[in-house]
């Protein structure tokens, strides 16, 4: 009788604790699992619910060996107790609290807490688990210009576990050759077709592979791989995607075979745009023209949507060496063009940023050119009678 109360009594008590520790938990709000890449800055963050007459009056945060690796007392200004190394206080908003260690290693695995002391209700705690991630990161697909400087760059977070960095690469049709290696003995080594115009760093935690001049058939996917050890392999992949310039507007169509078409089924042209226009009763008509592969698209940029008679007419043209002609026609009303710019932009996947060109109705660039000439010469007339003024009359 009176041990089956003590027992009901025991698991009553038993109930209120786990109550009581889920709601402690349950008012600090944190990642349960935390996922950082070695080499990277690990952020540990908790935010903390609180009542209105609740007051954080001191923050600490616990590493994985229950040390004390930063602490402050809020107020105004924050007041930092204990700072270890590379530990730094981001965020100490009243209920929020967060710290970035700068650097991940392994040594950084485990759980950390942080401790928020409040008056007048006590502490509360949250945990996040750290595990720490060995992997290789680079930079993703990059594009090229053929003819000069392509750079691939990888990295890895614990360079002193790299034994060697060997570069592969894939190319379109699907076959892998190596490109290049370095390893912690020795020198950089280059594969015969990469010979004369490749440079692989003598690195091993970042690794930097140079091409110059980047050709059409260079094109594909290169793989770093960092022969780790104990982590073993560790590889990233990233594009090469390479662009042909294109030729100045007006010299002529484009050749079959100018771009290597018939070895490179897969060649890519960037777009030279180019405005002209012709006006007459007062309407402007106005071309914007460029060829490049794949086709490129463009759109007219006039502000004040009153000058233009409707919208622009796009029509596209196959070169027959594949690439595409592509015309953007606007008419506008001369005298309701507004004085600001006209441009035409141009959108194509091997350009960083879109392109601009202005239609330029006034200014032809006969004229800009006596314009600057005109200036030149009444700046060299002016500073000349300045050096005679002060040589013979003053
Ligand atoms: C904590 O609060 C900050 C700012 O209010 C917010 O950005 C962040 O996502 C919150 N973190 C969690 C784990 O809820
Ligand atoms: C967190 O990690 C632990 C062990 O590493 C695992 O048992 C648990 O399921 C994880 N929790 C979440 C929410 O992913
Ligand atoms: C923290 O305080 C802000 C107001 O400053 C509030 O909007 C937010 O909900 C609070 N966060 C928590 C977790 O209580
Ligand atoms: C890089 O290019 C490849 C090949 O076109 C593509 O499969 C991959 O999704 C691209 N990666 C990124 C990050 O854009
Ligand atoms: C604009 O292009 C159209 C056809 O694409 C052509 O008929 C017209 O002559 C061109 N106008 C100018 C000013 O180049
Ligand atoms: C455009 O036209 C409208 C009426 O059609 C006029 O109210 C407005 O002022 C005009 N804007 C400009 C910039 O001319």
Same mark, same amino acid.
């Given at each position: 009788?009176?041990?089956?109360?003590?027992?009901?009594?025991?698991?009553?008590?038993?109930?209120?604790?786990?109550?009581?520790?889920?709601?402690?938990?349950?008012?600090?709000?944190?990642?349960?699992?935390?996922?950082?890449?070695?080499?990277? %800055? $690990?952020?540990?963050?908790?935010?903390? *619910?609180?009542?209105?007459?609740d007051k954080v009056m001191q923050v600490r945060w616990l590493d994985q060996h229950n040390q004390l690796l930063l602490s402050y007392e809020t107020g105004r200004p924050v007041r930092l107790t204990k700072q270890h190394d590379g530990v730094t206080l981001l965020s100490s908003h009243y209920n929020v609290s967060l710290i970035t260690i700068k650097?991940?290693?392994?040594?950084?695995?485990?759980?950390?807490?942080?401790?928020?002391?409040?008056? %007048?209700?006590?502490?509360?705690?949250?945990? *996040?688990?750290?595990?720490?991630?060995?992997?290789?990161?680079?930079?993703?697909?990059?594009?090229?210009?053929?003819?000069?400087?392509?750079?691939?760059?990888?990295?890895?977070?614990?360079?002193?576990?790299?034994?060697?960095?060997?570069?592969?690469?894939?190319?379109?049709?699907?076959?892998?050759?190596?490109?290049?290696?370095?390893?912690?003995?020795?020198?950089?080594?280059?594969?015969? %077709?990469?010979?004369?115009?490749?440079?692989?760093?003598? *690195?091993?935690g970042t690794t930097e592979l140079s091409i110059q001049p980047v050709r059409t058939e260079d094109e594909g996917c290169y793989t770093c791989e960092f022969h780790t050890y104990p982590e073993g392999t560790r590889s990233a992949k990233t594009c090469l995607f390479v662009y042909e310039p294109n030729q100045p507007y007006g010299t002529g169509r484009y050749s079959a075979g100018r771009y290597?078409?018939?070895?490179?089924?897969?060649?890519?042209?960037?777009?030279? %745009?180019? $405005? *002209?226009?012709?006006t007459s009763n007062g309407i402007i008509e106005a071309n914007c023209t460029t060829t490049a592969r794949p086709a490129a698209h463009m759109i007219w940029n006039v502000e004040g949507e009153n000058g233009t008679l409707g919208p622009s007419t796009l029509s596209a043209q196959d070169q027959g060496d594949g690439t595409t002609f592509v015309t953007s026609t606007l008419y506008l009303q001369e005298k309701l063009l507004p004085d600001l710019p006209v441009k035409c932009i141009v959108h194509h996947q091997g350009l960083e940023s879109p392109m601009s060109v202005y239609l330029n109705l006034n200014v032809g660039p006969a004229l800009a050119t006596v314009i600057s000439v005109s200036c030149v010469v009444v700046l060299l007339i002016c500073s000349l009678c300045v050096c005679l003024c002060k040589c013979f009359l003053c």
């Open positions: 009788m009176c041990g089956s109360s003590l027992a009901r009594w025991l698991l009553l008590c038993l109930e209120l604790l786990v109550m009581v520790v889920v709601r402690i938990q349950g008012e600090v709000i944190t990642l349960s699992n935390l996922t950082a890449v070695a080499g990277l %800055p $690990i952020m540990l963050g908790c935010n903390v *619910t609180l009542a209105t007459e650097r991940a290693d392994l040594s950084h695995e485990g759980c950390y807490r942080c401790v928020f002391d409040i008056y %007048p209700s006590g502490g509360k705690e949250g945990q *996040t688990c750290l595990t720490i991630e060995t992997k290789a990161i680079n930079e993703g697909n990059k594009t090229a210009v053929s003819g000069t400087l392509a750079t691939l760059s990888c990295w890895y977070g614990i360079p002193d576990r790299v034994q060697q960095v060997l570069w592969r690469k894939t190319a379109n049709q699907g076959d892998t050759i190596k490109v290049a290696s370095f390893s912690k003995r020795g020198n950089p080594s280059i594969d015969e %077709p990469f010979q004369g115009r490749t440079v692989l760093s003598h *690195t091993l290597g078409a018939s070895c490179h089924n897969l060649f890519r042209v960037l777009p030279n %745009p180019a $405005i *002209t226009f012709v």
